[in-house]
């Protein structure tokens, strides 16, 4: 069985500009949870998306979003890029919604650098 | 609040068993789980323990939960070099609209051959 699925891998943008990731959970998995991970902040909630609807929130400001696609594969979106949005960010799924099943299997991040 | 506290580092010689602590904030949380990031991939869930389980034990590992402290610990019998990674443990944290994991600030083991 296919593992979590993120692309890019690694990424280098510049402030102001945009960048969308994409993540494909592991066949069967219809919810997907987008993490943020810096040295600073740790490992913070972005948002969970359960058969194309967000079912949760993290606290970020507005230019983070995301969707699901029908076949579960997800995309967060970062717009007007700013320095402190270089993070690992990391696309968990599960076959489960919310969160307390405890089974959420990662992918291996995407890493945004922003000059 | 939201603040699942771990220190940061922890030395231990290959052969000897680790002690991972963390402490939590939510007292609802009804599963505690233990993660392992190893450099440059992703997390990997090692176990987890129901909130009205004392201790579970899984191979070289047993966690300790203490709901009356908000502790959990991670035993690692007979650590190995391979055991080197960040090992972070998270809680489940239900608030208004957002169901989520609150993960800790992570624990560096660094296994000494």
């Known amino acids: 069985k296919a593992g979590v699925t993120q692309t890019p891998r690694y990424l280098i943008k510049t402030r102001g500009q945009q960048v969308t990731l994409s993540c494909s959970p592991i066949s069967g998995h219809r919810s997907v949870s987008w993490y943020q991970q810096t040295p600073g902040q740790g490992l913070q909630f972005l948002f969970e998306y359960f058969s194309e609807t967000q079912r949760n929130k993290g606290n970020f400001p507005g230019r983070f979003s995301g969707r699901q696609f029908s076949n579960s594969r997800s995309e967060m979106n970062v717009s007007t890029l700013e320095l402190g949005d270089s993070a690992l960010y990391l696309c968990?799924?599960?076959?489960?919604?919310?969160?307390?099943?405890?089974?959420?299997?990662f992918g291996e991040g995407s890493r945004l650098t922003v000059l | 609040g939201e603040d699942v506290e771990q220190s940061l580092f922890l030395s231990v010689r290959e052969g000897d068993s680790s002690v991972i602590n963390c402490t939590y904030t939510?007292?609802?949380?009804?599963?505690l789980y233990w993660y392992k990031q190893e450099p440059g991939a992703g997390l990997q869930l090692l176990t987890y323990i129901f909130s009205n389980m004392d201790m579970k034990q899984d191979q070289r590992l047993t966690v300790l939960l203490n709901k009356k402290d908000k502790h959990l610990s991670l035993r690692i019998a007979d650590t190995q070099t391979g055991d080197s990674a960040i090992y972070f443990c998270?809680?489940?944290?239900?608030?208004?609209?957002?169901?989520?994991?609150?993960f800790g600030t992570g624990t560096l083991l660094a296994v000494q051959p």
């Open positions: 998270a809680e489940t944290y239900y608030g208004g609209a957002t169901n989520k994991l609150i």
């Open positions: 968990a799924s599960s076959s489960l919604a919310g969160a307390n099943t405890g089974e959420l299997f």
């Open positions: 939510d007292s609802s949380s009804t599963y």
